[in-house]
């Protein structure tokens, strides 16, 4: 601490050329900030999906629909402790763009499987008891601006009504919030039975089904023998843990994490030429003074010290302020306009970017450190 104010002053000999390489680490780890954030958004629900749980869909895809009858028989699996159906209706609010998620489920099935969906009591009775009720997660309901007793109408292209047309009115009796942070809040969720019974075609058939097991230690074994319940039928299947069912979404416009992650490699990776660069000048045109230094009884390893500080303090200060701004970007909410309902930058993340800091100062500041250490008091003022 009682070099700071060597280091600072060197640090202002050439402010131009200081500014310059703190913002280009500024712009380097916002970036990397933002991109943490749009990596959460796209992957949303795997880092919170349950443990205890498992999705079994159609073995061929999922978009095939298997009878509702399983779920009884899933549920006399030993290992199962409950199981329940969701089946995917497609409605669109008003113009095509507003697309979210809307699934017709069993109210107090979907409670109990899913505890982090909070909701009031009243909201928890009113959507089992209301035929044409609806829940809905509080993302999509700030987005739409709705509140509890309004009427949705929904337009969905996959089930056309018996009566005709496509367009479905619901009443909002929910608007739930997340237990987690991570919690998926844009769903719309609605009585199957009112599905079942107003649409043209489909009855007795459901979407997927997500089972509770009794033992996680036990999810390959109770998925395995799930399937096999069903093998040979007309209707097989595939189970599989909810966080490889969820990530399989996400995958399927490709691999965001890898994408993200190379991204961030090539740009850290352009910004350790500049700050290595910018270390390796600044020793140069110091060689007297750090022989100087020498000379007046700084060890070689106090000056090895000082340079690599003066490099720790340069990219601190850059990094810090782009985890900073960072921060209040992803703060200031979703960028889409609804598209990306969780949307924020984890703890995890900043922690991550502060350890980057470290590592980049100590690569960018080591070889110039070094050879500031290992300078020769008599070279260097002859020169």
Known sequence: MKFLGLIFGNLRRSKTRTILTILSITVAFLLFGYLAAIRVAFTVGVEVAGEDRLITRDKVSLINLMPKSYEADMERIDGVDNAMHQTWFGGIYQEPRNFFPNMAVEPEELLDMFPEIL??????????????GAIVGRTTA????????????????????????????????????????GTDTSPLYFQYAFLDEARQYGQGLVGWYTIRVTDPARAADIAAAVDAEFANSPNETKTEPEGAFIQGFANQIGNIGFIIMCIVAA??????????????????????????LKAIGFTDSTVLGLVLGEALVLTAIGGLLGLGLAWLLVAAGDPSGGQLPVFYLPVSDVLVGIALIVVLAFIAGFLPARSAQKLRVADALRR
């Open 267 to 292: 740009v850290f990776f352009t910004i350790l030429l500049v700050a290595a660069n910018t270390m390796a000048y600044t020793v140069r045109e110091r060689t007297n003074e750090l022989a100087v």
């Open 119 to 132: 909701l009031t009591e009243d909201e928890k009775q009113a959507f089992i008891e209301t035929r044409t």
């Open 142 to 181: 700030d987005r739409f601006g709705w509140s509890v007793g309004d009427r949705v109408p929904l337009n969905s292209p996959i089930w056309p009504l018996k009566s005709g047309g496509n367009t479905w009115d619901f009443e909002i009796v929910g608007i739930f919030d997340g237990a987690e942070k």
